[in-house]
């Protein structure tokens, strides 16, 4: 093998303009590691959470059901909220094993600038809705619960902020006991708290102004009323043999303005966010990407030209066109293979600020964590990269296989 | 015995636009194995385009080219690329060394293109013909002018090649480095090698078996010392 060590002395001696190059690949590459990562990450994540779920389907109010619901999934505060009462309703359905209310409502944080949410169910339901919570402590239950305004704090929140069990925490004037820390689930329930469904609602009542839907008037557009008891969604799972279509049509016959959202429709309004999100980023690598190719190719002429001569002796002396061809592709393959190597590195260091990033621009489809290095996409992004130096290569290399031996005994 | 290198009818004529520049005119030359023959004409005589045909590197407008009796006019790129690897050695007025390569892995450049195996031993002996064989591992810029042209010669004479083409290699050099280099073909010369040399130096040439001299396009040749013209082997 002649050609690779010679490529390589040849990008030694392009060392600053190459490593430039090979910088703009860095990023692009860097920028593909992530986006993929992520993607993975969440794709993955997505699958597995929701299949934890112990509910069949959730009830939300009739306005943007589909948010609602995934954004009850993916944690987020909803402004518009449900009568409790409709638990009884709902519960009358033959079929349904249990149904059970949910509230989310947000805390705000003044200290970080951002608002806390925080979660209500019924404690004797939790173990239905979360099969797979751990919990250190215990999850806040009955009266006592609501007069201490016991709380159980997720992983990362309890991290954050230092929390053992029997610690207080404050919120604005609210101030919050701890009585239990959820294990780490490595999903967005690490980032809230929870409590027993009537401490939320009380917090929700007092932060908003709660607008209730009417539920006596369906072909009115929208009216709303003040409610004592406000939840935001109902967790509905169904008996063994029950229908979900019987349920549905006995449920939207006797209570209006309410919606059904499946697990799987829940699933597949996350993934459309998360799929034009992966668009939308995997489109700026490809722009990022061809800026990188456009550099690799006019450094590679200008090293060609540069060569000429030199280029012209090797033909002298034997190298074949074809030798040339692939001393050429070899120096732009180093190009990008080095700036792939860095951009993982970059991307993997990085990943943190990225995250964060992320996190804020489109944070119902995002959760921390997601960006770990994964060996697979780390040669996705190398190959994608050799791909990129072959592709960038091949015209520098054209030019330079086409110099005439001839060049070698021009004088200067 | 078939001549090294035979041109007959040989022209050439470059295209600059619409402008004909006849560069060579119905060269007819015969070169014998063994000899050493200098080149010399004026700066734009056609010294260099005449190298470039007997090297292989170019083609002709029109006339033959045989190298080792072998018509070389009528192949294609890769089997004159072959002749020009097995038969032809090259040296250049600017050496042309690698850079980032050892003296040594420049003397073997020609041989890894051959495809043939690097015996450290035969690259070293080569640095000793050059008389650099403690420099087997410096890199050029750790040379002088002399001493990379004297790498250069080894790299040259690496494939075994029938006949060196040499155009001005002494042209950067100082008085004292031609001489070296001078000597150095000379006793390749008496080796064996067939040496063909362009120079402007009128001492060296006067040293070779045969000057031809050149102008506008057309040769003519002298016999100056009949001793090299039969090769003495
Ligand atoms: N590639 C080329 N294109 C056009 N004209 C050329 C080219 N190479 C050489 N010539 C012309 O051919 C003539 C002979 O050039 P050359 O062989 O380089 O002369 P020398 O080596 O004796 O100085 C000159 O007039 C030169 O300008
Ligand atoms: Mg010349």
Redesign the interface.
């Known amino acids: 093998m002649v050609t690779p060590k010679l490529a390589y002395k040849n990008f030694l001696r392009q060392k600053r303009r190459n490593l430039f190059t090979a910088a703009g690949i860095a990023v692009s590459i860097a920028l593909l590691f992530s986006t993929l990562s992520i993607t993975k990450g969440f794709e993955k994540r997505m699958g597995t959470e929701l299949q934890r779920t112990g509910i069949d389907f959730l009830i939300v109010p009739v306005s943007c059901a589909h948010e609602v619901a995934s954004l009850l999934f993916y944690g987020k505060f909803t402004p518009t909220f449900l009568d409790q009462a409709i638990v009884e309703e709902i519960k009358r359905s033959p079929g349904i094993e249990i149904a059970s209310p949910i509230i989310v409502a947000q805390m705000p944080d003044p200290k970080k600038n951002r608002k806390t949410l925080i979660y209500g169910y019924e404690s004797e339901y939790i173990k239905k809705i979360k099969p797979d919570w751990r919990i250190k402590g215990e999850m806040p239950a009955g009266w006592d619960a609501l007069r201490l305004n016991k709380i159980l704090v997720g992983s990362d929140i309890a991290k954050e902020k230092g929390l053992k069990i029997g610690d207080s925490i404050s919120y604005g004037s609210w101030t919050f006991l701890v009585s239990g820390i959820l294990e780490r689930t490595f999903s967005k329930d690490d980032a809230f708290i929870y409590a027993e469904i009537r401490t939320v609602q009380e917090v929700a009542i007092k932060t908003t102004g709660l607008r209730v839907i009417e539920v006596d008037d369906p072909t009115c557009v929208l009216k709303h009323r003040i409610t004592d008891d406000p939840i935001s969604a109902v967790a509905v799972k169904l008996k063994g043999a029950a229908s979900f279509m019987e349920v549905k049509s006995d449920l939207t016959k006797r209570i209006p303005n309410i919606k059904t959202v499946t697990v799987s429709d829940a699933v597949k309004s996350v993934s459309a966010i998360a799929a034009s999100a992966k668009t939308l980023s995997l489109s700026i690598v490809i722009v990022a990407l061809m800026v990188g190719a456009a550099g690799i190719i006019n450094s590679m002429l200008i090293t060609v030209n540069e060569q000429t001569q030199e280029i012209g002796m090797m033909r002298a002396i034997g190298a074949l066109k074809s030798d040339i061809f692939k001393m050429t592709i070899y120096e732009s393959l180093i190009i990008t293979g080095t700036g792939a190597i860095a951009g993982i590195i970059l991307a993997i260091v990085g990943a943190s600020l990225i995250e964060e990033i992320i996190g804020r621009l489109i944070p119902s489809v995002y959760s921390k964590g997601l960006l770990a290095f994964d060996i697979e996409l780390a040669a996705v992004c190398f190959l994608m990269s050799l791909i990129l130096g072959i592709c960038a290569g091949l015209y520098p290399a054209c030019k330079a296989s086409k110099v005439s031996p001839v060049e070698a005994i021009k004088r200067l | 015995m078939l001549p090294v290198i035979a041109l007959e009818g040989v022209e050439k004529i470059y295209r600059r636009g619409s402008e004909e520049i006849h560069a060579l005119k119905d060269v007819n030359i015969t070169f014998q194995e063994g000899e050493f023959i200098s080149i010399v004409g004026q700066s734009g005589s056609g010294k260099?385009t005449l190298?470039?045909i007997m090297?292989c590197?170019?083609r002709p407008t029109r006339g033959t080219v045989k190298i080792d009796g072998i018509e070389v006019s009528t192949m294609n790129?890769?089997e004159i690329?072959r002749i020009?690897?097995e038969k032809i050695?090259?040296i250049?007025?600017?050496f042309?060394l690698?850079?980032?390569?050892t003296a040594a892995e420049n003397v073997a450049?020609?041989l890894?293109?051959?495809r043939k195996p690097i015996d450290k031993k035969y690259i070293l002996s080569l640095l000793d013909t050059v008389g650099l064989d403690m420099r087997a591992k410096h890199t050029p810029d750790q040379l002088s002018g002399g001493e990379m042209q004297r790498v250069a010669i080894a790299?040259?004479i690496a494939?075994h090649p029938h006949v060196i083409l040499a155009?001005e290699p002494t042209g950067t050099l100082d008085t004292k480095n031609s001489m070296i280099i001078f000597e150095l073909l000379k006793s390749l010369n008496s080796r064996g090698l067939t040496i063909i040399l362009v120079t402007h130096n009128v001492a060296f040439a006067e040293k070779t078996g045969r000057v031809i001299s050149i102008s506008d396009g057309q040769m003519n040749s002298t016999r100056l010392d009949s001793k090299h013209i039969t090769g003495s082997i």
Do not use: M
């Open positions: 260099t190298l470039n090297g590197l170019d790129e890769k690329s020009r690897r050695g090259f250049f007025q600017q042309y690698i850079p980032g390569l450049l020609p890894k293109f051959s790299r040259a494939n155009d």
